[in-house]
């Protein structure tokens, strides 16, 4: 536990800065490039201590990877040449990891167990265990599967129609992984879409698949080949700092390498919707992943109501979100979030507890939460409960308080964004 106590005097915002490394695709650039039979490089990857857990585990299954700078270097033999590991896959803090891992072990000719920290040991495991135990998968776990550590014993799999209960990418992957070894024709149906980088990448390492009206279907078998792969900057980092240049006084950034997949840009229409001065410039070369370049300038703010099918699209982007409508003008309401709830912590709580101790005008409902504003936010010690996105809401907060504002636990901000602190100072 590092505290950290930011005194920043309200700055103005001035500058540029290139957003690290996308997290989702990261983790899958490593997972696939330990499928994938031969070599796979990785540009712009993401050195997030959650990105460094997959590293690891795949190290384990023998597969070689190197990093050089924010380059991987991925050597595989293919899944059927990875060794039975013979220590524990230890995932750290990342849901993503764990869930995707469950998905890709459960086909493999390996036993393998998996665990994670004091957060994962409380994450819902189940979710993506009872469809992978539907296509035949031998998992067992505390609370018959639903925690953390989890053993897997590799077996074949048979491919299942799968109707998606909940709005996670992390399941759907896991599911999508699983089918990658499984007999017949997978096919998965997303109510509400969630983020697509997985069906992306697997295009892109060769496989053939069909995604219609969220509908993704492919046969089983499929080899994947090593290739490529550019990483985007990640959105869910670029919103602390988009949030920060909205409500900083007198301030003007631009952000450079912005990931603007549609199924994750809900937030560009949030901020457009509540009034922010704002342009986003596409990148004519962006490769299986859109890019762009986002100003935002100092805004005069409204407030929005967010809900429905715009929810998994900024899922990870509602904790600064909420700091957000703090600054805007009237009652915003975020509604159909209740998978908050099972994040690194319950952010539902955490934001409505850490926002009221700045002064802000908070409420939580059982799907969200309500925000009044503008209200000016005092500086106080708050808490982070280990969570990333929590302790970087505080950090953008602590720019606009009066007094300074103490996180109990900084260290957490380097499982998504190690160099959070350094933007910070290179543009305040
Ligand atoms: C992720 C999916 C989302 C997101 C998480 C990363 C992914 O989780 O919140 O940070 O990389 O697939 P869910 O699948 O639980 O919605």
Known sequence: MNEK????????????????????????????GAIATGKTTVDGFLLGEDCLSTIDCFRKLGVKIDVEGTSVF?????????????????????????????????????HSVMTGDASIGKRPMRRVIDPLRQMGAHITGRANGQYTPLAIQGTSLQA????????????????????????GTTIVRETEISRDHTERMLRQFGAEIDVRDGVISFEGGQTLTGTHVSVPGDISSAAFFLVAGA???????????????????????????????????????????????ITIETSSLKATTIEGEI??????????????????????VIKDAEELK??????????????????????ATEDGMIIEGPTPLQGASLQTYGDHRIGMMGAIAALITDGAVTLDDADCIAVSYPTFFEHIESVK
């Open 342 to 363: 099972v994040k690194e912590t319950d952010r539902i709580a955490a934001v409505v507890d850490e926002l009221r101790k700045l002064g802000a005008k908070i409420e």
């Open 5 to 32: 106590v930011l005194q920043y005097n309200k700055p103005t915002l001035r500058g540029t800065l290139t957003i690290p490394g996308d997290k989702s695709v990261s983790h899958r650039s490593v997972m696939f």
């Open 160 to 183: 299942i129609d799968y109707h998606m209960p909940v709005a996670s990418a992390q399941v759907k992957s896991a599911v999508l992984l699983a089918g990658l070894r499984a007999a």
């Open 311 to 332: 929810i998994p699209r900024l899922i990870d982007e509602i904790p600064i979100l909420a700091l957000l409508a703090t600054q805007a003008d009237g009652k915003t």
């Open 74 to 110: 991925i050597d595989s033999p293919g899944m059927d040449g990875w060794q039975e590991p013979t220590e524990i896959l230890y995932t750290g803090n990342s849901g993503t990891t764990t869930r995707l891992m469950l998905g890709i072990l459960a086909g493999s000719n390996v």
């Open 247 to 293: 409500i900083c006084h007198n301030s003007k950034i631009m952000l450079e390498n912005v990931g603007i997949n549609p199924t994750r840009d809900g937030i560009i229409e949030v901020l457009q919707n509540m009034g922010a001065s704002m342009t986003v410039i596409p990148n004519e070369d962006s490769q299986s992943e859109p890019t762009a370049t």
